[in-house]
């Protein structure tokens, strides 16, 4: 029932019955399924994918990178840990490579974000390093394209 | 000079499509929802696009070897052999055509003298029989029967095979309506055909489109495989309609055959298109698969959606078609398609395109987005229940 996860990955909007019909499964079948992946956290949310430039908000994201001196016994768990319990903070990731973590930082102004940068995480006992890159556009998330025409302008032909 | 007198009677005698009149409508009615176009909605998957445009880039802007680049010759063999576990050579059999369409066409004129028979099981692709009667065969219908969820069956082969026939089109997964062969029914034909001097011109472009269980290839039966062409193409497996791909295997001899007409009227396939074609066949299965996905999906909303208003719809199972029948409204295929037009604006192809025999069905595709596929069938609905 992995289909089940991926049709709403995409689509959170799917009703269960239009699920069920989509894979030929009964609609009970796939409520309990859905439930059993709520109850052990496998579907987190339903979260709308949203092209705020498009409505006026003024937000800016950023791309935090972050070298760490790890714990010893806890990694870097303790530390990502303090960074991703701030709700500025929308994604938080540990990395391979040239350094260590990945912070996603949203707020109103570059220099709330800086200023989020400067007294919050750079402070930060293990945090040796940051750098901040402010995003300037966004071309493409979540594996959808913001600019992409979904209007179908096939013509009809005579087949 | 009155030109109309100048055109050949041959093509005088092949009559404009039925459903043109029909079409004119759809193309002048912008704002209509339509389930009448028969191709993917998908785009060609990116890396096949990259590849074509990289090509351009590069310069490669010639002729190709009129078979086709050897090596998308050679990946085709690869292909069909690790999919439908058929072996051909790329040397000296196979054509890379332009799209399955050419691949019909020079067939047919290379098999067929006047007055051999050509069977073609209908309803089908509009295709083949103009193709068969512009090379100059007679044209033998074989009504296929809802009974049998539109399959072919051994008992319906042996009635319309006589001593002049050269020729059986083999159309599954089937256009127009979802008809699969499964291994058991090909069993049954082949037993029929094994003896005969018939061949057998297997239109397999619908082959990666089968829901439910792998498409099987007439040609990989050995008894049948020198007897069989087979016919496939980019088209409808890698959503790559526009760049009018197609290929075709077979007999070295009925290949070389082929080989003249396609080198003399055609000349090569475009040669964009079969860089992207490489690409393709090497790195896209998992499109393929994320496709066929999709299309079922819709499938099984579009043929829950039928039932439900009370159309009677066998499960097809292959292409990206159903065939739902429409006979309980009391109207027939072509009224129900008008007046579902121009009341709801909702463009379906009356099943009688595809043959006499489609009569009191319609074709409604499913390479359509969901929402739109939802949006149709709610209309359909609407105008079934005020019949």
């Given amino acids: 029932m992995e289909e089940i996860l991926e049709l709403l990955e995409n689509n959170s909007k799917l009703s269960e019955e239009q699920i069920a019909v989509m894979l030929g499964k009964t609609v009970e ?19 709308t994918l949203i092209n705020w430039e498009k409505t006026g908000k003024e937000d800016v994201t950023a791309l935090i990178e972050l070298k760490v001196t790890p714990q010893r016994g806890e990694g870097f768990d303790k530390v990502a840990e303090r960074i991703y319990r701030y709700p500025q903070v929308k994604a938080c990731y ?21 200023l989020f940068v400067a007294q919050k995480l750079a402070p930060l006992e293990h945090v040796l390093s940051t750098a901040t890159h402010f995003v300037l ?18 013509e009809a032909i005579i087949l | 000079m009155n030109m109309s007198e100048m055109i050949s009677p041959t093509i005088k005698g092949i009559p404009p499509s039925g459903i043109r009149k029909f079409f004119d409508l759809v193309n002048e009615m912008k704002d209509a929802i339509s389930l ?15 590849a074509g445009i990289y090509s351009l ?17 050679v990946e085709i063999c690869k292909y069909l052999s690790r999919k439908y576990n058929v072996d051909y050579n790329p040397k000296n059999q196979v054509i890379v055509t332009v799209g399955g369409s050419e691949a019909i066409d020079i067939a047919l004129r290379s098999l067929v003298s006047p007055g051999d028979e050509v069977i073609i099981p209908e309803p089908s692709y509009v295709s083949y029989k103009p193709c068969a009667i512009l090379a100059g065969a007679k044209p033998v219908t074989l009504n296929l029967r809802v009974e049998d969820e539109f399959r072919l069956t051994p008992e319906l082969l042996e009635k319309a095979i006589t001593p002049k026939t050269k020729v059986l089109i083999l159309p ?74 197609g290929y075709t295997c077979g007999h070295p001899d009925l290949i070389a055959a082929m080989y003249k007409i396609h080198q003399y009227a055609i000349m090569c396939s475009p040669t964009t298109a079969q860089y992207a074609a490489v690409e393709a066949l090497k790195n896209s299965d998992s499109d393929i ?44 295929s072509e009224q129900f398609c008008e007046r579902l037009l121009s009341e709801e604006k909702v463009a379906i192809i009356p099943g009688t395109a595809f043959g006499e025999c489609g009569e009191g069905f319609i074709r409604a595709c499913y390479a359509y987005s969901t929402e739109n596929i939802i949006e149709a069938l709610k209309r359909v609905g609407k105008f079934v229940n005020s019949l």
């Fill in chain 1, 94 to 114: 540990l990395m391979s490579g040239g350094f260590d973590i990945t912070v996603i930082v949203e707020g109103k102004t570059m220099k709330q974000v800086a």
């Fill in chain 1, 29 to 47: 079948e796939v409520h309990e399924t859905i439930k059993k992946f709520e109850d052990e956290n496998v579907i987190l949310g339903y979260n």
């Fill in chain 1, 137 to 154: 556009k966004k071309y493409k998330d979540k594996g959808t394209i913001f600019e992409e025409k979904t209007k179908d302008d096939r």
């Fill in chain 2, 36 to 50: 009448s176009i028969g191709e993917p909605d998908f785009v060609t998957p990116w890396n096949v696009r990259e």
């Fill in chain 2, 289 to 332: 698969q994320m496709m066929n996905r999709e299309y079922n999906r819709r499938r099984r909303v579009m043929v829950d959606g039928f039932r439900k208003i009370g159309l009677d719809c066998f499960e097809p199972l292959g292409a990206f078609y159903v065939f739902p029948c429409i006979k309980s409204t009391g109207l027939n």
């Fill in chain 2, 172 to 245: 599954f997964p089937n256009n127009p309506t979802g008809a699969i062969m499964t291994k058991e029914d090909l069993d049954k034909i082949v037993d029929v055909l094994k003896d005969k001097n018939i061949v057998v011109l297997s239109d397999e472009i619908y082959a990666e489109l089968t829901y439910g269980g792998k498409h099987i290839s007439i040609a990989s039966y050995p008894e049948m495989k020198d007897k069989t062409l087979m016919i496939n193409g980019f088209s409808k497996s890698y959503a790559m309609t526009g760049w009018r791909l």
């Fill in chain 2, 57 to 73: 880039e590069k310069g490669h802007t010639h002729y190709s070897p009129n078979a086709g680049f050897m090596e998308l010759r």
